[in-house]
Nanobody
């Protein structure tokens, strides 16, 4: 049973920074971060390929968020800078075997961590 555990969420003022971390990978090929705001669908944020470090970002976070990995520690981090109130959501870590931005293609999910950005 693969377990993904997120940490690092919290409350921050607009313009501030937070760093999320996800422990565990299940031997997956791709790790992703998604988020879900109240009343909205889960949306793609960023993904990284564990073997090549190839990354992709949603347009809404490009230039502000950075996804990184540490294969030795089996962790994937999401550094979030210049946070905006619209970044408020529950953030989920996901692991899969297909390079994609589609949530439905990821096989394993963490429990989520709340990020709240105040204006």
């Amino acid at each position: 049973q693969v377990q993904l555990v997120e940490s690092g969420g919290g409350l921050v003022q607009a313009g501030g920074s937070l760093r999320l971390s996800c422990a565990g990978s299940g031997g997956s090929y791709v790790m992703g971060w998604f988020r879900q705001a109240p009343g909205k669908e889960r949306e793609f944020v960023a993904r990284i390929v564990r073997t090549s470090s190839s990354t992709r970002y949603a347009d809404s976070v490009k230039g502000r968020f950075t996804i990184s990995k540490d294969n030795a520690k089996n962790t994937v981090d999401l550094q979030m800078n210049s946070l905006k109130p619209e970044d408020t959501a529950v953030y989920y870590c996901a692991a899969g075997f297909i390079i994609t931005t589609m949530a439905s293609e990821y096989d394993y999910w963490g429990q989520g961590t709340q990020v709240t950005v105040s204006s």
